[in-house]
């Protein structure tokens, strides 16, 4: 079965913080996905990566970086954490059809 | 723009086929419907995608219109656990994004 890990299920940060989601899969997927998951607003994608050291902007890329330095590993990064940012994060994998979803990360900036 | 329409909401009793449309008159003959859920807390879960003939997996069949402007999905006979928010997707094929809509929140009760 394909896996997709994430670091963390529910962190706390203040306000100002860096930020990092790091996110792995297992099934050597060339293609990663971030999202971001907001009541009433859906899942909205924030970055992907079609490849190592490559990524293209999503829908909501503001506030966020990504890095992709190994296939398997594909982060998100909050350079400075604002309340706003508060939210699910979720991260993807693919192959040609179908994507796989991790368990999410419930952030909470105060 | 919305590419699909579903319905808000919709109940099931257990045991019963539970139907879930979706509309997609604005489809292009190269995009594939795809169906996803996400049970609350968890992270979205493939079901099963098609482009014009119909199509069943383990977990659910896909009913797709002759000109494909619509779609049924079908879980044969619902269980409590099927409870969850249902999106119908359209995407092209390959490795394109997901695009995730408000969905149809499924309520399947004893």
């Known amino acids: 079965d394909v896996k997709v890990t994430q670091s963390s299920r529910y962190l706390v940060k203040r306000t100002g913080e860096k930020v990092f989601l790091e996110c792995v899969q297992d099934?050597?997927?060339?293609?990663m996905f971030w999202y971001r998951q907001d009541p009433g607003l859906g899942l909205r994608l924030i970055y992907f990566s079609y490849d190592v050291k490559m990524k293209e902007k999503g829908d909501i890329p503001e506030g966020y970086s990504v890095s992709r330095e190994k296939k398997e590993r594909f982060s998100l990064i909050l350079e400075s954490a604002s309340t706003n940012q508060t939210s699910m994060y979720l991260c993807?994998?693919?192959?040609?059809?179908?994507?796989?979803f991790g368990p999410g990360t419930r952030l909470t900036v105060t | 723009d919305a590419k699909t329409t579903q319905p808000t909401s919709m109940d099931c009793a257990e045991g019963r086929a539970a139907n879930l449309p979706c509309n997609h008159s604005t489809i292009s003959g190269n995009e594939y419907v795809y169906w996803y859920r996400q049970i609350h807390s968890q992270g979205p879960q493939y079901i099963i995608h098609?482009?014009?003939n119909n199509e069943t997996n383990e977990m659910a069949s896909l009913i797709i219109t002759e000109d494909r402007k619509s779609s049924t999905l079908i879980l044969p006979h619902a269980t409590l656990r099927d409870t969850a928010v249902y999106y119908c997707?359209?995407?092209?094929?390959?490795?394109?994004?997901?695009?995730f809509g408000k969905g149809t929140m499924l309520l399947v009760s004893p």
């Open positions: 993807a994998s693919s192959d040609r059809y179908e994507q796989y």
């Open positions: 099934m050597d997927h060339e293609n």
């Open positions: 997707i359209v995407r092209d094929s390959g490795y394109s994004t997901l695009t």
């Open positions: 098609g482009l014009k």
